[in-house]
Structures are given as structure tokens and as C-alpha cells.
T-cell receptor, first 115, second 111 residues
């Protein structure tokens, strides 16, 4: 069964450094998402992406964050200058189309640890 | 916010018993989805129920949705040790496709 893949599984970065999290959504899916889950807390929406542009973003997704779909298969999340509070599990998800019966399929996540 | 809120927060049952968890939300939805998360792992999609559906089954899973009460339940029948995980409900709003997650129910199935 097709799945969303994320790399790396664990990223350790010094505060202030840039980090890029990578995702390969399910082929032929049209909607892409990033979520994050701080340890012990709820999964939170960050951003949705459709037709090569951001369709919605949350308050968390400030100027330090950006997303890109550079080559038609990868979907990346960049954090420009990481902060301690960016430590979390980051999940990528994709959705086939806009129908009301389409689930979002999640990857296994990238655990980001900021030192 | 239309976030789902689950209860109970934690549930411990014997293998073979049924596990029931509930989810409440606040605003109109397109659908409600249930996910499972094993410790430190990703979110596995279990079942989606649309706003015009009242009940749905998938294997040992049964989901109900009551839009008048803005609530849903997930029943796992004949539980197994492998069902030990956290279970989350997530609602998809009518104006967007983002998911709003609840805090989850941690289920422990004792052998």
C-alpha cells in the first residue's frame, strides 16, 4: 500500500541553525500538510499546500517556516532559525483530492530535537 | 476551535474485552477521522465517517457519529495486546481540509 515517507527520522540541531525536513507524499495526491506534536501535547496543524501554493497556515507557521515542493515528488518544511520550542515530532500528510471522504495519510514523522 | 476532545484520557482493559472511547467537537464538520499512534510512531488512519453518516464498521472497529450532539465514539471489540496505543479523533472542517486533533485516549490492553 502506498505510504508517506519522511526523512530523517530523527534530527538533532543546534539552536539558531536552519533545518529542512523532507517528505515524499503518496503519488497522485494533491493536498499536502505539515503538522507537529510537541511531546505530551496534541497534534497541531501547521500548513496546507495545494496547487504549488500555501492554502492555509496556522499561527504557529510564522516567518521562520517555509514549505516547498521543489521537484513534483518531495515536499519540504524549512525552519530558518530554530528555537528550543521547535523541538517536536513533525508529521507530513497527504490527501488524494477534495472529496469529503478522503482521509489524510501520515508519515512516521521526524523527531526534531533542538539543543 | 473545532478540536475534538476525547474521553477517557486513559483506558486499561483485559485482552478480549471491548474498548470504547468518545470524542466531542465544537463546530460543523465535513468528516471525523480516527487515528492510532503507537508510542513514538506515526499516525495510522483507522476510519473516516462523513457528517451525513451515523455508523461505520471496519473489522473490529465501530464508529458512531451524532452531529446533533457533536460527538463520536470508537469501539474496539475483542481487544488484543497489539491494540495498545493512543487513539485520536480528528475533525475536518467545512471550510478547509485541515484536521483538528483531540488530546487522545491511551489504551492499554493487558494480556
Amino acid at each position: 500500500e502506498p505510504e508517506v515517507t519522511q526523512t530523517p527520522s530523527h534530527q538533532v540541531t543546534q539552536m539558531g541553525q536552519e533545518v529542512i525536513l523532507r517528505c515524499v507524499p503518496i503519488s497522485n495526491h494533491l493536498y499536502f500538510y505539515w503538522y507537529r506534536q510537541i511531546l505530551g501535547q496534541k497534534v497541531e496543524f501547521l500548513v496546507s499546500f495545494y496547487n504549488n501554493e500555501i492554502s492555509e497556515k496556522s499561527e504557529i507557521f510564522d516567518d521562520q517556516f517555509s514549505v516547498e515542493r521543489p521537484d513534483g515528488s518531495n515536499f519540504t518544511l524549512k525552519i530558518r532559525s530554530t528555537k528550543l520550542e521547535d523541538s517536536a515530532m513533525y508529521f507530513c500528510a497527504s490527501r488524494a483530492d477534495a472529496g469529503t471522504s478522503q482521509p489524510q495519510h501520515f508519515g512516521d514523522g521526524t523527531r526534531l530535537s533542538i539543543l | 476551535s473545532q478540536q475534538g476532545e476525547e474521553d477517557p484520557q486513559a483506558l486499561s482493559i483485559q485482552e478480549g474485552e471491548n474498548a470504547t472511547m468518545n470524542c466531542s467537537y465544537k463546530t460543523s464538520i465535513n468528516n471525523l477521522q480516527w487515528y492510532r499512534q503507537n508510542s513514538g510512531r506515526g499516525l495510522v488512519h483507522l476510519i473516516l465517517i462523513r457528517s451525513n453518516e451515523r455508523e461505520k464498521h471496519s473489522g473490529r472497529l465501530r464508529v458512531t457519529l451524532d452531529t446533533s450532539k457533536k460527538s463520536s465514539s470508537l469501539l474496539i471489540t475483542a481487544s488484543r495486546a497489539a491494540d495498545t496505543a493512543s487513539y485520536f479523533c480528528a475533525t475536518e472542517g467545512t471550510n478547509d481540509y485541515k484536521l483538528s486533533f483531540g488530546a487522545g485516549t491511551t489504551v492499554t490492553v493487558r494480556a
